[in-house]
């Protein structure tokens, strides 16, 4: 199976994944530690200004202060050594970052990414590519103006990424796509017999890397295509949680002022201004051009305006979706929709991590159906119809689980097959009883959330780690329970409360069946491997296809003590009362 035409020289990215050691790229030192050569330059150069300008305007170059430096060097007549040990420190700094990047090596073969780097303290890292979590490409400004960029390989973990700063942005580009083919299990992973386009000369292509849109659905082969209204961007913003906490302490201190008559506080209220301003606009110019399509490797998440990321994350990398509707966005009918990923960069590793959970940063009801048409497929209809089918099937496999989020973002009760809080559910749910829910779709699970902060979340099957019942003193006396279905940690939590016991029992041991099976056909890690297709799962009629090992699991003894299940009437009803994942309620 080859691989998708796409833009650029995949040839020329062929060699970095022969398995042999290879190097970043030569300015590497320079956009590394050339800082700190500019942060010396620039306290030099401020210090001899006054110097400069007595050279050219004598006699405006003001009072000498005491104690500068550079005038000391001058009077004593040690200019020439004080030159020399400069000249002398940078050629040291320019040894040691040399050296650096002679050390700093990496590699690629069939199976991992390896990284080794550092003089005296060594450090190795790999990253297996069937456990790869996503590949993001980051070009902050300045090494965006020399046509470099980031390589960021994400893994399951703390602090496992691995890192190679910085590449050649067409290299960066290529090697990603090289990376992506041997990790889908592709047999051939094909190479592309475009040479590399230097037309118009060097300072031709810096401009149009520098120009060029953050994703190029024709270099991706991306087939659909999801973009957020920058008008709609900036009012989502103006609508938020933050603006609604600055308005409410800018009202504090102006009723404090007309109540004591005391103007410094004013003053506090700087500082707050200034951090809300760099808030909005860092955020602002990293969400504009936000794009989110879908490729044959996955889902590409573009942004960014000066400094630019886009991320490529492979099928079966998003462990839970939530779709949420702060109340300040409700008469628009806005949404937006985030992600659990098995990856937690530290020690400064990713500065996108926050934002590489937003998939759609704020969208109409329309736009959050085209992003979950592109999301779920991979993840839930390759649960349905089996990870070999084709794309179209796997749309067709997940076109319930669509359709029942998009109808069910505004609904309550038992609208959409929904189970939902019973009547006594509103002594801890008063607003969000008759929305509080769950309910099951080939290949997932649903819960419908909130009242006043809506979110609907989607739990892939083959992504459940595990299912827990919980129930306190007043849940026990009310016979309610919550069910918690654990993911890898994130942004979305998949935890519904104020159950009737016998439904909490049942969405407990419903999860737990399907989730066995949907893992046991599971082959995400290895997404074009070309293996026949296994049993297909979560469609009503094939539940016993994968024989879960001993059966149903057996259900808490204190869950069932003295709590009726629901339908049945009585009370401390075993386990094997509960009807099975297929059966009709």
């Known amino acids: ?76 007549g040690v200019v020439g050594w004080v030159l020399l040990g400069i000249a002398v420190l940078l050629l040291v700094l320019i040894g040691l970052f040399y050296l650096s990047w002679r050390m700093h090596e990496f590699r690629v073969t ?6 080794r780097s550092g003089v005296v303290f060594r450090t190795h890292r790999k990253a297996r590519l069937d456990r790869i979590q996503g590949i993001n490409i980051s070009r902050p400004l300045i090494p965006r103006l020399f046509g470099t960029a980031k390589l960021e390989v994400a893994q399951a973990g703390n602090d496992a990424n691995v890192q190679l700063a910085y590449l050649g942005a067409k290299a960066a580009d290529d090697l990603r796509q090289r990376i992506l083919v041997l990790a889908s299990g592709a047999k051939d992973p094909g190479r592309s ?17 520098f120009l060029a849109p953050e994703l190029d659905p024709e270099a991706v082969h991306a087939t659909r295509v999801v973009r957020v209204h920058p008008g709609r961007l900036i009012a989502s913003m103006l609508l938020s949680g933050t603006t609604v906490v600055i308005l409410l302490l800018v009202v504090a201190i102006i009723v404090s002022i007309s109540l004591t008559g005391r103007y410094f506080l004013l003053v506090s209220l700087f500082p707050a201004v200034i951090g809300a301003g760099g808030y909005y606009v ?23 305006l000066f400094s630019t990321s886009n991320e490529t994350l492979p099928p079966g990398r998003i462990h839970a979706v939530s779709v949420a509707q702060p109340l300040l966005w409700r008469p628009f009918g806005w949404w937006d929709i985030r992600i659990n990923r098995a990856t937690n960069a530290g020690n400064g590793a990713s500065t996108n991590q926050q934002v590489s959970s937003i998939v759609l940063p704020v969208g109409t009801a329309a736009d959050v159906r085209q992003v979950l048409e592109i999301i779920l497929p991979e993840l839930v209809g390759s649960a349905v119809v089996g990870p070999a089918a084709s794309m179209e099937r796997m749309r067709e496999g997940s076109a319930e689980a669509v359709g029942v989020v998009d109808d069910s973002l505004t609904t309550s009760g038992d609208e959409g097959g929904f189970v939902h809080s019973p009547g006594r559910g509103r002594w801890l749910r008063p607003f969000s009883a008759s929305r ?26 083959p992504r459940v780690q595990s299912v827990k019942v919980t129930q306190g003193p007043l849940e026990r006396a009310l016979r309610l329970a919550s069910v918690h279905v654990h993911t890898v940690s994130g942004p979305v939590s998949a935890r519904v409360g104020a159950l009737d016991a016998g439904d ?20 995400s890690h290895r997404w074009r491997d070309g293996q026949e297709a296994r049993p297909t799962i979560g469609v009503p009629g094939h539940h016993a296809q994968v024989p879960v090992p001993g059966g149903a699991p057996a259900a808490p003894s204190w869950l069932t003590q003295g709590a009726p299940l629901a339908g049945t009437g009585d009370a401390g009803s075993g386990w094997t009362d509960v009807p099975g994942p297929g059966a009709v309620r």
């Open 436 to 461: 509080n829910g769950y309910r099951f779709v080939p290949g997932a699970v649903l819960l419908r959330l909130g009242a006043v902060w809506r979110s609907l979340v989607v739990v892939p099957l």
């Open 1 to 76: 199976m080859s691989a998708p035409p796409h833009k650029g020289n995949a040839a020329a990215a062929a060699p970095l994944t022969d398995g042999e050691w290879h190097r970043l790229h030569p300015l590497t030192p320079l956009l590394k530690g050339g800082i700190f050569l500019v942060v010396i330059l620039g306290y030099v150069l401020n210090n001899l200004r006054d110097q400069i300008v007595e050279v050219f305007i004598p006699g405006s170059g003001g009072p000498q202060e005491d104690g500068d430096p550079v005038r000391y060097v001058y009077e004593h």
């Open 282 to 304: 860092r955020k602002f110019s990293k969400s504009l051009r936000y794009t989110i399509a879908e490729t044959r490797d996955g889902i590409r998440i573009g942004f960014g």
């Open 504 to 523: 909490a029992q049942r969405l407990w041991s419903g999860t737990t069946e399907r989730a066995v099976e949907a893992a046991a056909a599971d082959t």
């Open 193 to 209: 017999s475009e040479a590399a386009a230097a037309a118009g000369g060097v300072r031709h292509g810096r401009v149009g890397e």
């Open 110 to 115: 069939g199976e991992i990414v390896e990284v």
